[in-house]
């Protein structure tokens, strides 16, 4: 009797750490979908074998998500704060 161990499961997992890890590291919500998305690719495992469900699953569940929660997003974000440097922008300066 032979153990057979899949690798999608494995790779679900990485994708999700690395897409975790790289939101981590910009702070825009650029791949925060993407990393939910593998995160239900990785439970997808749980139910069926194939990885091409799985990897529809991560698309669906990715672009559902990016759909959902980009305008949140959008609209939490602070503007900009205006600065005194602002006012010298596009002007040229003498000596």
Do not use: H, Y
Not at 47 to 72: E, T
Not at 73 to 86: E, H, I, Q
């Amino acid at each position: 009797m032979s153990l057979v161990v899949s690798i999608d499961p494995i790779f679900w997992l990485l994708c999700a750490i690395g897409f975790v890890v790289l939101e981590a590291m910009t702070w825009n919500l650029v791949s925060i979908w993407f990393a939910v998305g593998s995160a239900a690719a990785l439970l997808s495992c749980l139910l069926v074998q194939s990885f091409r469900v799985q990897a529809a699953v991560f698309i669906a569940v990715s672009a559902l998500c990016l759909l959902a929660f980009k305008p949140l997003a959008k609209k939490l974000r602070k503007a900009p704060t205006a600065t005194n440097g602002d006012r010298n922008l596009g002007r040229e300066a003498r000596c």
